[in-house]
């Protein structure tokens, strides 16, 4: 795959400011011309259009919503779930919105285990980044039957 290409994961995301719950956030480059548009994506780009497949062969939680407006305004916003974060993909027409058009991973694990299905070498630890697990401990995260955003820590008397 990439790995041979020898594609850096920074070819390809750069570390953008933390979402609104405080997650760490990556921009997948050039996504924000794939999602400018009235109609929303439409396939095409290759780096997505993989993702997305990966993620729908896993059959992680998916949330969509959309808006559209008389002035010929669209929004379509996709969330999709998994590990600490999951797939933001903002689509639509409008100049003035926050965060704009674009494909975004949230979480240092979702990053990680989408970097290891595309094949490409995992980076150092990144700041923030408290451990920085391999590509098994992510398949078997995925197992595990938890919701996504939920502490499984018990709290402890005392």
């Known amino acids: 795959m990439k790995e041979e290409e020898g594609v850096k994961w920074s070819d390809l995301f750069r570390r953008v400011r933390n979402d609104g719950l405080d997650r760490p956030s990556f921009y997948l480059k050039g996504s924000r011309e794939w999602l400018y548009t009235y109609d929303g994506y439409m396939g095409g780009m290759e780096t997505l259009d993989e993702i997305l497949e990966l993620c729908e062969r896993r059959k992680f939680v998916t949330r969509r919503t959309g808006s559209d407006s008389p002035m010929g305004i669209s929004t379509h916003e996709t969330f999709i779930a998994f590990l600490d974060g999951g797939l933001e993909i903002f689509e639509g027409n409008s100049l ?12 240092f694990n979702a990053l990680r285990w989408l970097l290891c299905q595309l094949g490409i070498p995992q980076p150092r630890r990144l700041k923030g980044e408290e451990v920085r697990p391999d590509c098994d401990r992510l398949e078997a995260l995925l197992e595990v039957a938890a919701l996504p955003f939920v502490n499984t820590e018990r709290s402890k008397p005392g």
């Open 96 to 107: 003035f919105v926050d965060p704009s058009q674009g494909a975004y991973v949230r979480g």
